[in-house]
């Protein structure tokens, strides 16, 4: 089993970010979890150093528009969640007994896990296939590929 740990918004050594990686990660490599941590690409190199963190994704947790004179909300959504899905895109594929993590997802981080999710092969999205949780809470699973199924 792997633990994917992914944080968009992990970028140095302050606040909440750092101190769920730092605990969550260190926990489980403790007790033998291989362990892969996916930060932005400006990840400070302390972060890099002491935690493993991979420079991954290019969009903030935060990020707010994109600056479009007309609908920057809606632009910037769009855009930056088809961004974050290429980054998860770009992980290392993901077997049976691995758990994808998302520390926090806002909007555009669950539209990403969601497509991502979505785009996977069907033999990858049926039930018993890699879990997906978010800060703990959301499980993104599908029982036939068409429908999504919450769970606690």
Known sequence: MRFFYLDPGLQDDVGR?????RYIVGELRT???ETLVFAPLWVDPAQRSE??????FRVYTYVGTDGDPVCAWLTGFETF??????DLS????TEPSD???????RPVQLMALVEWRR???PADRRDGSSRYRIGGRAHLGWSSGESARPSE
């Not at 970010?17 to 990686?21: D, K, L, Q, V």
């Open 119 to 121: 785009a996977r092969p």
């Open 90 to 93: 770009g992980l290392p594929a």
């Open 17 to 21: 970010y750092a101190n769920y990686c």
């Open 81 to 86: 969640a088809r961004l974050t899905c290429e």
């Open 99 to 105: 758990i994808v993590y998302m520390s926090l997802a």
């Open 31 to 33: 007790r033998g979890v």
């Open 51 to 56: 935690l493993g963190a991979i420079p991954h």
